[in-house]
C-alpha cells in the first residue's frame, strides 16, 4: 500500500493529506502554493467525493508510470517523449484531482535529463547513420561511374539494377548532398544504358551485314561443291574461309544454319576430292613399284668410282623415271628424296674433280711455286755471305727464314700436283 493511499485511509472522511470536501460539497486539493478547488461532488457523501477525485489522479499516475517506461525503454523519440511529457505536465498541474500533484509534476520533469541524453545519442546515432549512408552511396556512384566508362554489356545493367535497389534502401542524407549523389548516379545510369544501347545497336549492324556476306559465301561453296577442278577449287575454299572468319558473328537465329551450309559444301566437295585422289593412288601404285626398282640400280651408283660413267647411267635411269608416271602421294616424297640423293652424290664428286683439275687454279700454285723457289735462293745466297762473314745472329734469322720458305714450298708443289 502506498503511502498516500495510507493517508488517505487514515484521513477523516472528509479530507486526504492531499485534499477535503468543504461543507458545501467544494473538493479542494493541496498542493505547495496552497490549495486550489478542483470541482465539487453534491451526488453523495464527502467520502465518495473525495475517492471519485483520488481516482482521477491514480489515473493521471497511471499515464505518467505508463510515459516514464516508454522513456526510459527508449521506445519513443525525444521528440515525442518531450512533447508528450510537457502535454501531461500541463494536465497534472491543472488537474482536477486530489493526490500529490506536485511529486507526480517532479517525476515527469524528472524526465527530461533522460530524453536529453536519449536525443544526444539519437543525434549522434544519425549522425553516424548519415555519414555511413554518405560513404555507401559516393561507393555507389563511383560504381556507377566506372561501370559507365566500361563496356560490360553482360552484366553491368543488372549489377546497376541492383545498385539502384540499394540506393533506394539507404536513408536520405541533407538535400543538397543526396541531390548532387544523386544526380552522379543518374547521370551514369542513363550514360551507361545510351552506350550499351548504341552498342547493340552497332553489333545488330555489324552481325546483319555478316549475315550478307555469308549467305553469299555459303551460295558459292555451294555452287564450288561440284567442281572437279581440284587444286584451284580447294585454293578458292581457302580464299572462302578466310573470308568467313574475317565476316564476324551474324545473327544467332542463322549463323549455325549458314555454316551447316558452308561446310555441308566443303564436305561434299574434298570428299569427291579425297575419292578421286585414293583411285589415282590406287592407280598409281604400279608405278610407284617401277621406281622402286628403278631406286635399286641408282643407289648402287653410290659410291661413286667412275664419274663419267655414274653420270650416263643416272641419265638413262632418269629418262626411265620420267616415263614410270606419277605415284600415290604419300609415297611422293620418300621416292623423289632418294632419287634426288644419288643424283647430289655424282654431282659431289664431279664438282671435286673439277676444283682439282681446275687451269686457273693450277696456274695459280705454278707461279707461287716460281716465286717461292727465286725467294729460296735469294735467302740461301744471304745466308752464305752471312755465314762467311762469321754472322751468328744473322745466320740464325736467315736458317729460320729459309725453312718457312721451303715448307710453303712443299705445300704448294702438293697442290700443283693435285691439280695436275
Known sequence: MSADKQSRDDATPDQQPWGRVAEDGTVFVRTADGERPVGSYEAGTSEEALEFFTKRFEELEGKVHLLEQRVTSGRLAPEEATSSAKALREQVVDAHAVGDLVSLA?????????????????????????AESKAAKEKLVAEAERLAEGTDWRNGANRLRELLATWKELPRLDRATDDALWRRFSTARTTYT?????????????RDSARVIKERLAKEAEALSSSTEWGPTAGRYRDLMREWKAAGPAPREVDDKLWQRFRGAQDTFFGARDAANAALDEEFAANAEVKDAILVEAEALVPVTDVEAAKKAFRDLADRWDAAGKVPRD??????????????????????????????????????????????????????????????????????????????LDMAKKAAADFG
Open 194 to 206: 545510351r552506350h550499351r544501347k548504341a552498342h547493340f545497336a552497332e553489333e545488330h549492324e555489324r
Open 331 to 408: 609415297r611422293m616424297k620418300e621416292l623423289e628424296g632418294r632419287m634426288r640423293k644419288v643424283e647430289q652424290a655424282i654431282r659431289a664428286v664431279e664438282d671435286e674433280q673439277w676444283s682439282r683439275s681446275d687451269p686457273e687454279k693450277s696456274a695459280r700454285a705454278d707461279d707461287m711455286i716460281g716465286k717461292l723457289e727465286a725467294g729460296i735462293a735469294e735467302t740461301q745466297a744471304k745466308l752464305d755471305k752471312a755465314s762467311a762473314a762469321g754472322d751468328e745472329r744473322r745466320v740464325k734469322d736467315l736458317e729460320s727464314e729459309l725453312a718457312n720458305k721451303q715448307a710453303f
Open 106 to 130: 517532479a517525476r515527469l520533469d524528472a524526465l527530461a535529463p533522460v530524453i536529453a541524453v536519449q536525443r544526444s545519442a539519437r543525434k549522434e546515432e544519425r549522425a553516424q547513420k548519415t
